[in-house]
Structure formats: structure tokens, C-alpha cells
């Protein structure tokens, strides 16, 4: 007879194999779904960081173009108050007599300066006696109307940074520079001025904005009023509304610098702004990346991104539909088992028929057994085992190469990035010495150009988590320290960006250089930042005033020769120092040691890495394996 336990399992197994086909549908529509939410979730991620990126890129940028705009500034301040010191205690008398040999003077002052368009003396009723252009035809020209006299008549502003115009000599834009003269008693005795050309900033700000389309750069006064834009917009330049300007609302609220997105109502372009203020300036320079073009990228990420999604979803909906058919497989025969069991139930009832009659049906009987013997050899070997094996490893690869997709789509969309906790010290400012230089090699890489070559070591481990000075300050040290090295070479060459920790200790013999800590240095950790190329190098007597305020080895009007004395100045207000190696026809290397500003924990440095590629930065082995430092920064100072 047909054992009842085995019926019972049967049934069990066929109501478990309708439950199995019922979690498999929703194991289909989620196998769709979940790869669209993640779609979605890391799109939105994407977007996020893309834009978080553009915010760090503006911010850098803004800094970089702030430390050009105040070393113009500071020049251009310097040669109004040389001018004033040259005629104090001067009446207007006798300045209009020594007025041929006054506006000789002024023209060789600002010779070889080509952001100046003109220095003037003006008297208390706006004429014009001295200035290093030609004067009218009675001598003089008559500048009343202009806000950098008018606003010192009213009041001594000190130095004075007035709206912009357009010169009647020059026909350019300019904005003015100017400073009081007063009489022995006090009372307003006409300006010193010089006029600054737009064209110099937007010259400048044209070069660092090549090969990025959209970007905006602006300098402007603190209260709205624009100095330069580049693009240079057609027409006079708009004033910037307190109330709706998104600058001038961070500006009012007493932020010195900050990142924004906004639409420029110049151009109508929604962008990513960043601004700093220029030093002690009434002036911010402001740094504009457009959206479209970090959407323009996340679209071509989302095409990548919506590949592997769809992917990994039709590999798991198959997975699952193999699944499915595999358990219709076992539920039907499940039901062609049942009823195997049916007609052998329906064959022991004719075996006992025959029993009773066994005489009359004896072959019969034979028959029945015959039948019972092959049911009994359909249900011994209702599964092929072979086959079964073959579906479950085939269930298996699929499995396999489905985890692998899921995994390979889950790596591409998971970024880790830090969090940028370090704080400041309102005392004593410290900055990430690891990502300060990273930033300035990632806008480098984009600004450097060809024919030249950057490369970018990072030695992270043991660097200093935090050193002594302003981030903009060591950013703009970097840079300046690069484009000397660029400048060096004019020809083509190679520029190497190195950080990496040093831990200098006391006791006598310690010689400076660039690979060396200097004499003067305090036992400490220090991170050593340097800059080297493979240009000419420097003679031993550019060496010796290499860091000198004004000197420079570049032709005239390529230089200020303030890059590496700022460099310097920092590096020792850092409580550090500034170290220069350099042969002639070898190249020089020029090394900022900064102190930590925090206790780091010890142990031996690990090995280190380099920035992965972008535009012209190269990745290299880890410095463990690498060889000894590049060649030796820049032989331009």
C-alpha cells in the first residue's frame, strides 16, 4: 500500500513550491526596483559631489586670483605714496613750474607697468598739473568730476579705490588709486592719483580661464560697485544691488570670503561663485564656475552609472526567472508524482480484487504487478540527478555573475570622501598641509600648460596634519613658487610639486638648502613643501638677492619679483623658513619648511602616493619605491 507519510510530504512539498514561485514575482519586481533606487540614490550622490567639487575649484581659484589682485594693489599704492612723498611740502606754484620735469618723473616710474594708464597731481579745484600723459592746451586738465578726487575732497579716505571710468587720454577703462594732500592747516590741497587699467586684470584673468568655457571673474568694491569682469561685458559696468545681490548680502553680513550659487544678472548664466577680499582693500575678487558644465560631466557619468544599473538589474531579473522556471519544473513534477501515487493506490485495490478472485484473474494479477513494478520504477527515478546538478551549478554561475554586477555597481557608486573637520585657531591659523598642495597641483594641472610637465608627490605618511600660516597663503606661495618654475623654462620642461614630512633636531652643523633644514629652524616636525624645475638656474648673484621685494630675473613687465619675498614672509611668519638649491643650466629647487601646529603622533612614515592623473599630472609608484627627489623650483623669482 501507499506509505501515508509519503503522501503527506508530497503534499507539503508542492504547497512549499507554490510559496517558493510566489517569493520569486517579488524577487523579480525587486530585482528591478532596487537597481533603479540605487540608480537614483547614487545619481543624486554624484550630483552632489560634482557640485561640492565645482565649490572647492571656485575657492581655490578665488584665493589664487585674490593674492595677484593685492600684490597689484600694493604696488600700485607704493607708487602713489612715492609720488606723494615726492612732492610734499611742494606749493602748487612751484609744481606748475616743475611741471615738465614732474610728468618726466611719473612716466618713468610707471614705465614698464603696464597696469598703470597714468599717475597725476590734482590741486583743490580738479586741474590737473603733472601727470605722465600729455595735459591740455592750457596746461592742465580738469578731473572734478572724477570719484577718486571728489571723494577726497569731501574727507581724507586715505587710499582711495574709486569706481571705474573711462580715461579721456586712453579710451580704456580705469579705475583710480588716490590719496589726500593737505595744507599745513589741514584743508583739502588736491590728490595723488594713479589710474589702473581694467585690461590688465582681464589680460591676466583671460590666461588662467583658458580652455574653461563660462567662467566669470570679477573685481569689485564693497559696495557694488564693479571694478573689471571678465568677460568683459559691452557698456559701462553695472552696479551690484545691496538688497538682491547675493554678494553683496554675504558682503553685509561681514564675510570675507564665501561660495555661492547664483545667476549672473550680467550674462544670465547660473554659476558657482567664490569671493575673498583682497587683504585690507575695499575689493573682493570673485571666481564664477558654471553649473552646465559639472552637469554637462554628471550626465556622462550618469550614462556610465544607468549602464551597469540596467546591467545588473537584467542579470538578476534572469537569475530569477531561471529560478522561477526551475521551481515550475519542481511543482509539476511534484503534481505528476501525486498522481503517480493516485494510480498506484487504484492498482493495490485491483491487487486485492485479484486476491479474492485469484484464480479467475491470476494473469491479471500479473498484469497489476507488472504495472505497481514500473510505478515503482517511474518513482525511483522521477529526477535525472545529472540534470539537476547541471541546473543547480547553472543556478550557481548565475548567482555568481550576479553578485559580481551587484558589486561592481555598488564599488562604482560608493565614494568616500572626508570630511573637512580641521578647524582654525582664530589666534594662530593652521591649515591641512596635504590638502592645501593637493589643491593647488589639481589647479595647476588645468593652468601650467603645455609644453610643460607636472608631477606631484605626496609623501602622507607622518606629514603634519596641521601646520602654522592661512591656507590661501600656502596655496598662493605654491603657485607662485610653480610659475616661477614654469617661467624658468621657457622652452618646456618638467615642474615637481613635493610634500613630505621632515622632523628636524638640534644641534650644530646643520647646514640650509633645499633638501636640508635650515640653521635658524626649532627641533620639531615640519612639513616640507617644495617646488622644483629643470631650467637654467640661477647665478650666484641672483641668488643673493633672490627674495628681495622687487627683484626679479624675468624681462620687464613680466614680473614684480614680489612672488617668492611673499613666500618667504609667510614661510617665516609660519615660524619657518624658505630654502633655495639651484646650478646654473640644472634647475633650482626652492623648499618651504613649515612647523606643525599640532603634536603628531610618532612612528615611522608610511609609504606615500601621488594624485591620481588629470590634465598633467602624472601618477607615480609610492615613495617608498620610488627614486631619490626630482630634479630641482623655478629660476624665475
Known amino acids: 500500500m501507499v506509505d501515508p507519510e509519503l503522501l503527506r510530504r508530497t503534499n507539503a512539498q508542492h504547497k512549499a513550491a507554490i510559496r517558493t514561485l510566489r517569493r520569486l514575482r517579488l524577487a523579480l519586481a525587486a530585482s528591478v526596483a532596487v537597481p533603479a533606487l540605487l540608480f537614483a540614490g547614487a545619481a543624486w550622490y554624484d550630483r552632489a559631489q560634482l557640485l561640492r567639487g565645482l565649490e572647492d575649484d571656485a575657492r581655490g581659484a578665488a584665493a589664487v586670483l585674490r593674492e595677484h589682485a593685492l600684490k597689484a594693489l600694493e604696488t600700485h599704492e607704493l607708487l602713489v605714496r612715492q609720488l606723494d612723498r615726492r612732492t610734499q611740502g611742494m606749493g602748487w606754484d612751484e609744481i606748475r613750474a616743475a611741471s615738465a620735469a614732474l610728468s618726466a618723473e611719473m612716466r618713468a616710474m610707471h614705465a614698464g607697468l603696464p597696469q598703470v594708464s ?45 569706481r571705474a571710468y573711462v580715461g579721456m587720454t586712453t579710451q580704456r577703462s580705469n579705475f583710480g588709486i588716490s590719496r589726500r594732500r593737505t595744507t599745513s592747516d589741514g584743508a583739502f590741497d588736491g590728490t595723488v592719483h594713479v589710474a589702473v587699467a581694467a585690461s590688465y586684470f582681464t589680460g591676466f584673468w583671460a590666461e588662467a580661464a583658458r580652455g574653461q568655457a563660462g567662467v566669470a571673474i570679477s573685481l569689485v568694491r564693497t559696495d557694488g560697485e564693479v571694478l573689471a569682469r571678465f568677460p568683459e561685458a559691452a557698456g559701462a559696468l ?30 544670465g548664466v547660473e554659476r558657482v561663485f567664490a569671493y575673498a577680499r583682497a587683504g585690507d582693500y575695499p575689493v573682493v575678487v570673485g571666481y564664477g564656475v558654471p ?59 485491483l491487487e486485492l480484487l485479484g486476491q479474492l478472485a485469484a484464480g479467475v484473474a491470476h494473469d491479471f494479477a500479473n498484469v497489476a504487478q507488472a504495472v505497481q513494478g514500473g510505478a515503482r520504477l517511474i518513482e525511483q527515478n522521477a529526477g535525472d540527478p545529472d540534470r539537476v546538478r547541471s541546473l543547480a551549478r547553472m543556478l550557481d554561475e548565475a548567482a ?69 600660516g592661512d591656507r590661501g597663503e600656502l596655496e598662493a606661495a605654491v603657485m607662485n613658487l610653480a610659475v616661477n618654475a614654469r617661467d624658468a623654462m621657457p622652452g618646456g620642461g618638467e615642474v615637481a610639486v613635493r610634500a613630505a614630512p621632515e ?47 622687487f627683484f626679479t630675473t624675468k624681462p620687464r613687465g613680466r614680473g614684480t619679483g614680489l612672488g617668492l619675498a611673499m613666500a618667504r614672509g ?3 611668519r609660519a615660524g619657518g623658513a624658505l630654502a633655495i638649491e639651484t646650478a646654473l643650466g640644472r ?17 615611522a612614515p608610511q609609504p606615500g602616493g601621488e594624485w591620481p592623473p588629470d590634465g598633467n599630472v602624472t601618477r607615480l609608484r609610492p615613495a617608498s619605491d620610488r627614486n631619490p627627489p626630482p630634479p630641482p623650483a623655478s629660476a624665475a623669482t
Open 238 to 267: 553695472p552696479r551690484l544691488p545691496p538688497q538682491t545681490s547675493p554678494l553683496m548680502l554675504r558682503l553685509g553680513q561681514g564675510l570675507p570670503g564665501a561660495t555661492y550659487r547664483s545667476t549672473s544678472s550680467i550674462d
Open 503 to 549: 622632523r628636524v633636531s638640534g644641534g650644530a652643523g646643520r647646514a640650509g638648502g633645499a633638501g636640508r633644514p635650515p640653521e635658524r629652524l626649532a627641533p620639531g616636525l615640519y612639513a616640507r613643501v617644495s617646488v622644483s624645475d629643470t631650467g637654467v638656474g640661477l647665478s650666484p648673484e641672483a641668488l643673493a638677492r633672490a627674495g628681495e621685494p
Open 570 to 572: 609667510f614661510a617665516e
Open 118 to 162: 597714468a599717475l597725476a597731481l590734482t590741486d583743490a579745484e580738479g586741474r590737473q598739473w603733472a601727470a605722465s600723459l600729455p595735459l591740455g592746451p592750457g596746461g592742465y586738465v580738469s578731473v572734478a568730476h572724477r570719484e577718486f578726487w571728489s571723494a577726497q575732497r569731501e574727507a581724507d579716505r586715505g587710499t582711495f579705490i574709486s
Open 587 to 603: 634647475g633650482t629647487t626652492v623648499t618651504l619648511w613649515l612647523p606643525a601646529a599640532v603634536a603628531a603622533a610618532g612612528g
Open 400 to 468: 555568481g555573475r550576479g553578485a559580481a554586477l551587484t558589486r561592481r555597481m555598488l564599488d562604482f557608486a560608493r565614494r568616500d570622501r572626508g570630511a573637512d573637520g580641521a578647524g582654525k585657531d582664530d589666534a594662530e591659523p593652521a591649515t591641512d598641509p596635504a590638502e592645501a598642495v593637493s589643491s593647488v597641483c589639481q589647479l595647476l594641472s588645468r593652468t601650467l600648460g603645455a609644453p610643460h610637465r607636472l608631477r606631484c608627490y605626496m609623501e602622507a605618511g607622518g606629514l603634519p596634519a596641521l601646520v602654522r
Open 291 to 349: 553649473v552646465a558644465s559639472a552637469l554637462a560631466a554628471w550626465r556622462q557619468h550618469l550614462l556610465a552609472l544607468g549602464a551597469v544599473c540596467a546591467l545588473a538589474a537584467t542579470a538578476l531579473a534572469l537569475a530569477v526567472l531561471s529560478a522561477m522556471r526551475q521551481a515550475r519544473r519542481l511543482a509539476a513534477e511534484q503534481e505528476r508524482r501525486a498522481a503517480a501515487e493516485d494510480t498506484a493506490r487504484q492498482g493495490q485495490r
